[in-house]
């Protein structure tokens, strides 16, 4: 048994926090009424997932997208208040952690993406503000054939611009909305690059800077990091963790 509280103390600590200038308050958000001994966590504080978390007792929900975005209205009204009450009610405290988990060398999404897809030596780079990172293949692919790693790993088919006619290598990836780093990534010297979302533009990059880009999807490449964490809180505080997934195919 912890309190909310400890649980953002501790995180602060471990996801190195401070060393982030975010779009949102990162670490504990709404202070619930009770300890936890339960922790819930998903991608995104969504109505649909506050609910999910509510009928599985959770004292904590922790997530990567979380509430009070920049330039949003800080008012609880609407849809915001809907939620707010919801959480509020239940008791259960919200967590949320963005960049420092899409950051993190062990739990944070990238790392985690590069165990699930088998990439090897995977390491940050200073591109992408520090959060594109890049690693090799065990043996060079076609492009086809890595979609299709991607789509066993993630559960969804990318979406794959074919920028280049050889086997790949190399590969950089950052997980989330970030296909305006791949001029970046392509710096790097890397095959390939992977990401989250893709804009129109971004196929034409890929195709003149000469590598392949693999549009993956926001949530399913943000999925990772935050099961990560909410299993290391288990083994660290006792805690009875369960990811909820709230399908999201963007």
Not at 126 to 140: C, D, M, Q
Not at 219 to 224: D, K, P, Q, V
Request: glycine content about 10%; hydrophobic content about 45%; charged content about 20%.
């Amino acid at each position: 048994m912890v309190t909310s509280a400890e649980l953002a103390s501790y995180c602060q600590e471990l996801l190195a926090v401070a060393d982030f200038d975010d779009y949102c308050p990162n670490g504990l958000q709404v202070e619930g009424t009770r300890p936890v001994r339960r922790l819930v966590t998903g991608v995104t504080a969504s109505l649909a997932l506050i609910e999910a978390a509510i009928a599985a007792e959770a004292d904590a929900l922790l997530v990567h997208h979380g509430w009070f975005w920049k330039g949003e209205s800080p008012c609880l009204i609407g849809l915001k208040g809907r939620r707010a009450r919801a959480l509020i009610t239940s008791g259960a405290s919200l967590l949320a952690y963005h960049l420092p988990l899409d950051a993190h060398p062990e739990l944070g999404n990238n790392r985690q993406l590069a165990e699930r897809l088998g990439i090897e030596a995977p390491e940050p780079t200073t591109a992408g503000h520090g959060l594109v990172w890049r690693g090799r293949l065990f043996a060079p692919v076609e492009g086809e054939a890595f979609a299709v790693r991607v789509a066993a790993a993630l559960g969804r088919v990318p979406l794959h611009i074919l920028g280049r006619e050889a086997p790949l290598a190399t590969i950089a990836w950052c997980s989330g909305a970030a296909q305006g780093f791949i001029a970046e990534a392509a710096a790097l010297g890397v095959d390939a690059y992977l990401s989250g979302e893709i804009s129109e533009q971004t196929t034409h990059l890929a195709r003149e800077l000469g590598l392949d880009y693999f549009a993956a999807g926001h949530h399913a490449t943000e999925r990772l990091g935050v099961q990560a964490l909410g299993e290391h809180l288990a083994v660290r505080f006792g805690l009875d963790h369960r990811f909820l997934e709230i399908d999201n195919p963007a």
